[in-house]
């Protein structure tokens, strides 16, 4: 698969080939306004492998939340007094989900 832009042989009326853009590619050119661009986006995300993907959605929204300041790195850390003193066991797994700088504020 990949995101390559795909391109077909049509034959034309004198029964020559000429490259012509695959509709499914979603160029601008197309006359779908951008639909199928979208579909091509979301069909190669559908077409990651499960663990895969889950794990990269995790992985960003994780980052955004931070860099959106909705969540401090420092709730996410490893912390095995936390995780096994007050239960925070969200820690085994959200320390593997933030990829970023600590906002030091």
């Known amino acids: 698969a990949g995101l390559a832009r795909s391109v077909c042989v049509s034959v ?8 012509k853009e695959d509709a499914r590619a979603g160029s601008p050119a ?3 306004g951008g639909k199928m661009a979208y579909h091509s986006l979301r069909q ?9 993907r889950a794990y990269t959605t995790a ?8 860099q959106l300041e909705l969540i401090t790195p ?19 797994i959200t320390n593997f989900l933030f990829f970023g700088p600590d906002r030091k504020s």
């Open 44 to 52: 190669e995300y559908m077409d990651i492998p499960l663990v895969t």
């Open 59 to 66: 992985c960003l929204l994780t980052t955004a939340a931070v």
């Open 30 to 32: 197309s006359a779908d």
């Open 12 to 19: 034309d009326a004198v029964g020559r080939g000429r490259p």
């Open 74 to 92: 420092f709730q996410l850390y490893f912390n095995p007094d936390l995780i096994f003193r007050h239960y925070q066991i969200w820690r085994l």
